[in-house]
């Protein structure tokens, strides 16, 4: 058997990964969207399944008003005595000299929960991870964040004993590794091995300069010793290998004594008028997660097998069939459910059933109006993942506004500031019309401007449709769901992706994802009603 990487497709950063039994598991960051951190589980490292989405209550996480590519950043998931520990960091702030992040723990006994009431550690830095000693006690690692003007805000690795009894952190911390000239340490992971304590610590930035680096030392109060060499894994020498950014990651064993490294990737898109080398790329997919195997020399450091840029085909596990999964997310969702498919996401908080329902009109998913995809706060907004390069989404939605300030409809979204969407709303010429906007950067601007498409009056239906074809998509729309026609606008993949963002804003971490919004400034939350959704590879 081989790994295709990436394992997880999409915006799925920050792998932590853990084998409990003979089963893995892996969880990733998920930043502002709702419900928080996405579990997947494998029993072959090859195939995986997406089982669930452990912070889905508003007593483990409430990211109101959370900036664009705050809340859930760097989940760590881990297995000790017969009890899963997760840790994570709800930022609140994201641009400036401070982050303002709350590390949280919570335990489980079972992967799908019930999790305890969360425990607030500290709010030192992001990047959290618990390490348990085989002598019983704990110890809390995170990114050390220093707002001090004169210094690099990276200060390094902060280690603090954490107390299960107590449920607090306890004693002083201190600065266990300061990491390398590359600067930017984080996403620290800490295994006890060969008679060492071996430090996994991302370094260099989550862009294309990644890397992963590894330090070790035979105390957690000694002085952590660098790997001699070059990085533990990075593409930065390698600008046409099919893996980039690579780095951030966490080790695991096989029952069969391998190892292997799960790690945050990425797959840049070009335009056709663009070097491939500078820029290096967009990646409207976002952050995704690949898994390299990992071999010891004879010094008892560890190495990537294949060299330090990993490999798109990985060698599987010895001795383990392959073992694939029914298809949890159906290329056409009727909404004929009690719920939502798990792949469906919605931003910041829980949405309760005056906003979403697959109630209130069965086989359809109603929103009711909200605010606009602007807004940190309240959205009517059901979405999930980009995961191929090609396909197409579509949905057949019934709604009938009254007022500019009553829209709904198919959106591309990256953030509040790089979205669009192809709507319907409401126009004092035509009465019912049909629309597309774009938000770039903030400013929004309609294709149609002053002449937006009539619907026609006995239209019960308006079908609404995005075709992706790598660096540009598409907006189409008909009135019975076999004419189509084109919406005179060619959009830019690019525009949904880490790389765009990052020339204005600081955070930019998420990925594009495709989905279903409903607004109502008029207060009157005019409900939008959703037949099917499909999402189509191509």
Known sequence: MKIQNPILKGFN????????????????????????????????????????????????????????????????????????????????????????????????????????????????????????????????????????????????IMCTEYSEEEKKLIGEPWLLYGGTEEKFTEGPHIYKLHGYYYLFVAQGGTVYAHQERVARAKSLRDSFETQPGEPFLTTIDVPFHPIQKAGHGSLVSTQTGEWYFAHLMGRPLHHSYESAVDPRGWCPLGRETGIQKVIWDEDNWPHIAGGHMGMEL??????????????????????????????????????SEDTVSLKARPGHLRLYGRQSPASTFTQAHIARRWQHFSFDAETKMDYRPKNIQQFAGLTCYYNTQNWSMLQVTWNEKYGRVIDAVSTDLGKTFSVYGENPVPVPEDAAYVYLKAEVRGIEYRYFYSFDGSQWQEVPHCFDSAKLSDEYIKAVYDAAFTGAFVGMASVDGLGTHLPADFDYFIYKER
């Open 314 to 351: 990985v060698e599987a596990p010895m001795g383990i069939k392959e073992h694939k999964w029914e298809n949890t997310c159906p290329e056409k969702d009727d909404f004929n459910e009690e719920k939502l498919n798990i792949h469906f996401q919605n931003l910041r908080i829980p949405l």
């Open 13 to 156: 950063p920050d792998p932590s990964i853990v084998r409990v039994g003979e089963v893995y598991y892996i969880a990733t960051s998920t930043f502002e969207w709702w419900p928080g951190i996405q579990i997947h589980m494998s029993l072959d490292l090859v195939n995986w399944k997406l089982i669930g989405h452990p912070l889905n209550e508003k007593r483990l996480l409430d990211m109101t008003g959370n900036p664009d590519s705050g809340g859930i950043w760097a989940p760590d998931l881990s297995w000790h005595d017969g009890k899963f520990y997760l840790v994570y960091t709800d930022v609140k702030v994201t641009d400036g000299s401070f982050k303002d992040c709350i590390n949280y723990l919570i335990t489980a006994e079972d992967i799908m929960g019930p999790w305890s009431n969360p425990v607030e550690l500290n709010t030192a830095g992001f990047d959290a991870s618990l390490f348990h000693d085989d002598d019983g006690r704990k110890y809390l690692l995170n990114q050390y964040w220093d707002p001090r003007s004169f210094h690099h805000p990276f200060y390094g």
